[in-house]
């Protein structure tokens, strides 16, 4: 029972929890300038061949905008090398605070290739005071319908169980409460 619950918590947590970084890169620049790197955060992300993916690197910094440089790099080569077809596009913006800058480089991929799974992502931060990286990984996902069978399998089952066990509990009650009612 415990270990079913235990397979249906632990589905239910790796369907909801693909995209967020758990610890946020932060670096104090030699100015002492915060700069993070909200996301990625050196992980792998799941994709269909065939499928589009979006992939957006944010980084948050106590700079001006035009003191920062993000980009992204496959495999140590620039995104425009690597996708020579424009299958990947990149762009980037930027929004001011009044402090605070976010940065954001996306990726856009028209739709995702086998030889994709093989390269690391890499995103760039560059910047007269810092310069940091993270990368994200891109991994075949298993298919859709299968999780979803197999977390309509674990309901079913807890749900199974969880009626036995209950069939169990009221069978055992002593005869006197329902009688008391009257
Ligand atoms: C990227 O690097 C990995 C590991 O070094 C290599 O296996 C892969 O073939 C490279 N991919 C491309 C497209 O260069
Ligand atoms: C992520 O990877 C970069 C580049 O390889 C490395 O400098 C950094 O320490 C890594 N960070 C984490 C949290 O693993």
Redesign the pocket.
Known sequence: MIVLLAVFVSLCISVSSSNVCE?A?QNKSTKGHTIQILYP??NTIEAVVGSKLEVTCTVLAELHPAEILVYWLANQTFIEEYSRDNRIKETESERKGTEKSYLDATLNFSKVERKDFAVTFVCVILSGETDL???ISIKPAVSNVHSHIAIAVAVLISIIMISICMYKLLKHKPPQTYVNIN
């Open positions: 610890t890169a955060c050196n990286a993270r990368y």
